[in-house]
């Protein structure tokens, strides 16, 4: 399932950061499959929060801890129609194009089994780690619905690296208008106790200046004061990879060659919108990076 190699304690505790961003809602009581009807009654509630996000766009974040690990949800409005968004991830390949905007995200492997579709991703601690350092997490693809009005799309793995578990991804849509769609992207994994301290410890330590987009109170300086810890992990973690979507589906726009360089570029502008939260490295350098897996893999996977 993945590849452990001699990392050291550090890059192994990075690696359980970046499971903040990937494992997706692991119990079934907390995330079950919804409907339409279902989806449309949450965009209504959230009608208010999401024109009035502090995000300035409509996009709303939730996120918590469980009793095994931690979930996250992100709540968007989108301006492309569901057949849009079915086209682009009705396939194991294209959640591997989409995935490997991340930056940490190196390599991605879609292939077709007994069992179904299959995206293997490999992933490091640090962008500016080799790929020889990169672990690999297989997640089972599956399109649970996709009719005109409903689209249901998950992922899930049962295990992964140090000591976590019970992945899962889950996407639903419906379209609300001519030309937008509510999107509903949520994500959860379970850790032990091992897992939990390490990330903990990398939070209060190396990753201490870390912040989610919650605000929870007003700073010393009178701006604003955003969560922290495992929650604010998970809510800069939802964010990215809400983006690498949208900057997915933004490739659409022009020729089947430049596509990959427009999604590259939509991903890092999209990212530093939130520079509080999401800067880590210059456009060169991400790009740089990027390049550079291209050339080794011959080809971004399609």
Known sequence: MYKRTGLSRWCRVGILMWLGAMALVAHAATLEAGSAQALRELHRKLAEPLANSPLRRPVVLDSSE???GLQGDVYAVVNYTIEDVRRALERSSQWCEMLILHINNRRCRAEHGPGGEKL???VVPRYDKPIDQAFELSFVHRVASATRDYLLVDLSAE???????????LLEAVPIGDRQTFLHFAYAYDHNMVARLATMAYLATFGSDKVGFTVVGKAPDGGPEYIRGLR???ERNAMRYFLTLEAYLDG?????PERPEKRLKSWFQSVEKYPTQLHEVDLATYLAVKREDRERDGTIVR
Do not use: E
């Open 252 to 256: 659409f726009a022009v020729p089947p």
């Open 232 to 234: 604010g992990l998970v």
């Open 159 to 169: 295990s992964g690296p140090m000591g976590t578990s019970h992945y899962r991804v």
């Open 66 to 68: 469980t009793d095994g």
């Open 120 to 122: 293997t991703l490999s």
